[in-house]
């Protein structure tokens, strides 16, 4: 089955790749000609049910910077920031 039949019509108006296909029947998805840092709030919105629905995808020849990379994670969830690192004392 074809993702263009997984996605509802108004998402394509919104998310215009210029090729999208399944890599297996059940997961997976490849998205090209869509810049993840050009995404529209609603665009992003459209791509998390995309993620929920396919579990995995991946887009091709991104423009975006680490930055840009962060921002976007942050839209969806609070980051884990792995500059704070615990410091165990240990005694024995």
Do not use: W
């Not at 490849?30 to 929920?52: C, D, P, R, V, W």
């Not at 976007?72 to 615990?86: F, I, M, Q, T, V």
Request: charged share 20%; aromatic share 10%.
């Amino acid at each position: 089955m074809s993702v263009m039949m997984l996605i509802p019509r108004k998402l394509l108006f919104i998310i215009t790749p210029r090729k999208i296909f399944d890599l297996t029947h059940r997961i997976a998805t490849e998205i090209h000609g869509l810049q993840l840092s050009k995404l529209t709030y609603q665009q992003k919105n459209n791509l998390a049910m995309l993620i929920a629905e396919r579990g995995v995808v991946f887009f091709r020849d991104q423009d975006i910077n680490p930055y840009q990379g962060k921002e976007l994670g942050a839209y969806y969830r609070p980051l884990y920031n792995s500059n704070l690192r615990l410091k165990f004392k240990i005694s024995v």
